[in-house]
Structure formats: C-alpha cells, structure tokens
C-alpha cells in the first residue's frame, strides 16, 4: 500500500508570503503529526491531528497552523513567511493517536528567500 | 521536559563491522517508547527499532539490536555486519505514553553514519 505521501517536494517563497503544504497519510492511518527539521534546531514537533482535531502542539508561533480533513488528509500553513522558516517539512502518520507506530513521509523542503 | 542527547555528531565503519551508536535521554516518566530513526538521504525517516520501557529485554530486529540501561537512562543501537545501506542520520527519540494517547517525539540532534566499503 501506498506511503505517506508530501507534496510539493520542494518549494521556495519570498519572505512575508504564505504557503500551504499537503499530507496524504497511508490509508487508514487517521493521526498526521508534522515536525519540522532545520540544521539548527533538529527535529522539532509541530502539531498533531486525530479525526479532524488538533491533538497536541508544539512550541511554535501562531504564524504555523494545520487542518485534518475527513479523508485525513493535512494541510499545514505557515504566513508572513520569514527567513528562518525555511527547513525540511515531515509528516508522520499513524493508525490512531497515541500508536507509537509512526511512518515519515519524505518532506516538503521549504526555502524562503 | 524530556531530553534527548547523541552526543556523537558523526562515525564511519568498514563494511561488515559492527558500530555502537550512543543515545542518553532524560526524563521523570515511567511509561514511554524509546526509538531509533534511520534518515537517509532520500530524507524519508525510517523507523529501524523501538524499545518499551517496561520491558526489560533488548529489542532486536535482525541486524540491529539495542542496548537500553533503564536506570542510567542510555538507550544505544548496535549495527551488525555493517552494510553500504545503512549509511544514513540516525535519531534516537522518546515518546510518553498514557492510556488512550500519547506524546510527540522527542528527538535527539542526530549522528551521521558512513559505512565505508
């Protein structure tokens, strides 16, 4: 079956923009968690759906957001882009909330220039 | 808060040898998942192993064994008959758990492993 799946695998924005990035989670899966990986700060965790509700978030400005759709697929935004967004974008998905099983898909890498 | 550390930022092994990678982490929870990720370049993360920690015995999936010392919080993944595809970042990660849920995970900076033929 299908894996997670991130679109667009790259993209580059100018500063003050705003940009939408896509998960499809393998099917069945109905938790999306996004984190965002950058060389300075590591790995950090953004937020987390379960059947369309936030879940659990993470220590970021209100500038990042995310939905969850009823086919689970996620979307997360970020506005008024700034230089230190850029960063390599990764979903993660799991059966449910809680599954300690977690499959990354390949990320969405974000250059804001 | 939980905190993880890898303190080696960087290793290389001959094929075929065998290489420890070392994780510490920190924490005041007693129930939670202990992770080593595998991020080649391919930039997909791969789960390579996970371990409980209630449970006692070592978690081991075929090549790759862990090495969890519970009181001294230390969490180390060796790799077996080291192979040119396992050169990659590898994570180590903890994640709390509770009944019906759990936590994100919390990653540790990384160690980039190359396996040299």
């Known amino acids: 079956k299908a894996g997670v799946t991130q679109t667009p695998r790259y993209l580059i924005k100018t500063r003050g923009q705003q940009v939408t990035l896509s998960c499809s989670p393998i099917?069945?899966?109905?938790?999306v968690s996004w984190y965002q990986q950058t060389p300075g700060q590591g790995l950090q965790f953004l937020f987390e759906?379960?059947?369309?509700?936030?879940?659990n978030k993470g220590n970021f400005p209100g500038r990042f957001s995310g939905r969850q759709f009823s086919n689970s697929r996620s979307e997360m935004n970020v506005s008024t882009l700034e230089l230190g967004d850029s960063a390599l974008y990764l979903c993660a998905s799991s059966l449910y909330t809680g599954n300690t099983e977690a499959f990354f898909g390949q990320g969405t890498r974000l250059t804001v220039v | 808060a939980q905190t993880v550390t890898q303190s080696q930022p960087e290793m290389s092994v001959q094929e075929a040898e065998t290489v420890t990678l070392s994780c510490t982490y920190d924490t005041s929870e007693n129930n939670y998942y202990l992770f080593w990720y595998k991020q080649p370049p391919s930039r997909q993360m791969i789960l390579v192993i996970r371990q409980e920690a209630y449970k006692q015995q070592n978690a081991t999936e075929n090549r790759f064994s862990v090495n969890f010392q519970k009181a001294a919080k230390s969490f180390s993944l060796k790799i077996s008959d080291s192979q040119l595809g396992d050169t990659a970042m590898y994570f180590c990660?903890?994640?709390?758990?509770?009944?019906?849920?759990?936590?994100?995970?919390?990653f540790g900076k990384g160690m980039k492993l190359t396996v040299n033929p």
């Open positions: 099917s069945g899966h109905r938790s």
């Open positions: 759906y379960f059947s369309e509700t936030q879940r």
């Open positions: 990660a903890f994640m709390r758990t509770f009944q019906g849920g759990s936590e994100k995970l919390v």
